[in-house]
Every structure is written in C-alpha cells, then in structure tokens.
C-alpha cells in the first residue's frame, strides 16, 4: 500500500508499551507524529527517541500526540528505554507500538505488504525501510510524510517547524515560504483574491501578482 499526503491514515489495533493500542480512538481528534525505526537497540534510533522524549513538552504545547514504532516486542523496548535514559538522559515518555508480525509496517507502506516473516530473527537491514515519520492531522489524514536512511539522524526540531506551518495553514488561507519559523511574514494563498486579502490581511505586500506576504496571524 502506497499512502500520499491526504490520504486517510490506516487504523490499526496492536500491542504497544501501554498496552494495546487502538490508533484512531488514542489519536481523539489531535494532531500526531507517528514514527518508526527499523529495530530495537540500534544507535541512530537510540539518540532520536532521547530527542523526541525531550521535545515532548513541544509537542505537547502544540496539542501534538507522539506515538513511535519498533519492529520488536513491547519487553524489548522496555529494555531499550533503560538505554535510552542512560545514555540520552531522557526515557521514551510516550507509548511505542511492537509491530511483531509487521502488520502496521506492511499497513503504512514500510515493507511490502507480501514480506515474510515476522520481527523474530529479522535485522535492522531487512526492515531499513522502516524509517518513516508521519504528521498526521485531527482528520486523520496524512500531512507529511519523511523518509530518512537508517545513517541519519532524524531532525525533529524541523518536524515542530513543519507542524507550526500546518497548524498555521490548517487556520487560513495562508502558507509558508522557505525557511519559514515563527513569527516571519507568509504567503496570502492564490485563491484569496486582492479584496478579501485587503480586508483579512490589511498592509499585505505584493511582489507579484501570484506573491503578496503578510504578516503572520498571531
């Protein structure tokens, strides 16, 4: 299965470190970053779990669920979590799906839908593809999709700077030029014609008839 932006996030019931988890319901209509790593004791995924469990007063700001994924069992992550706050100063503080028999993998496209097997005497090379983040939006559709190689490190202060473009954009007729951060000017939409950008944008700027910026609402 392939997904695209906009397409409606699958629903799934599996075992997590909370115990099983039904996607949907847990999700109740918030924004939630869904990401996966490829195998429990692995290093790059061991520094981006610290990153994400400190960042999660961020998401939490923002009304943003965190929600990783593994292709191994729930008692090996809770094994991992111990590494992780050794090493990383800061547990996973959010629940992580075991996606043993691969089912969420194979339903989100990570592997295909005819892989073999299950997590049992798989490596982190067979499941490489396992890589992906998800920002998902209150409609449970898919917003953003990333895909990054197991020798890179994942950048999840981008990730908070993607999810303040699309809260801000979900909100009005706007988007984001490159580099946007909060607080910078942004792009009034072409569908917004000169008169109404008057009167919901007073003092916007024109550049080119298709490029007119304004002040970011607050």
């Known amino acids: 299965m392939t997904l695209k ?10 075992d997590s470190t909370q115990g099983p988890l039904h996607f949907h319901a847990w999700a109740e209509g918030h924004w939630v970053v869904l990401f996966s790593h490829p195998k429990d004791f692995t290093p790059v995924c061991t520094t981006e779990l610290g990153a994400v469990a400190r960042l999660k007063p961020e998401f ?38 075991a996606d043993t028999d691969l089912s969420v993998s194979k339903l989100y496209g990570m592997l295909p839908a005819d892989e073999p097997g299950a997590a049992e005497g798989r490596t982190a090379a067979n499941n490489a593809t396992v890589r992906n983040v998800f920002v998902i939006g209150p409609d449970m559709r898919i917003k953003l999709i990333l895909v990054y190689p197991m020798a890179t490190g994942r950048n999840f202060d981008e990730i908070l700077r993607v999810i303040d473009s699309l809260q801000l954009t979900a909100a009005h007729p706007l988007a984001t030029p490159a580099d946007w951060r909060p607080g910078e000017d942004v792009i009034i939409t072409t569908a917004v014609s000169d008169a109404e950008a008057a009167e919901r944008f007073p003092g916007f700027v024109t550049h080119k008839p298709y490029l007119r910026t304004t002040k970011a609402p607050r």
């Open 60 to 97: 939490d700001r923002r009304g943003v669920k965190v929600l990783g994924l593994s292709v191994d069992p729930a008692d090996n992550h809770a094994r991992w979590a111990a590494d992780i706050a050794e090493t990383q100063g800061t547990a996973p503080n959010f629940p992580m799906i």
């Open 5 to 14: 932006i906009n397409d409606l996030a699958p629903d799934f019931t599996q």
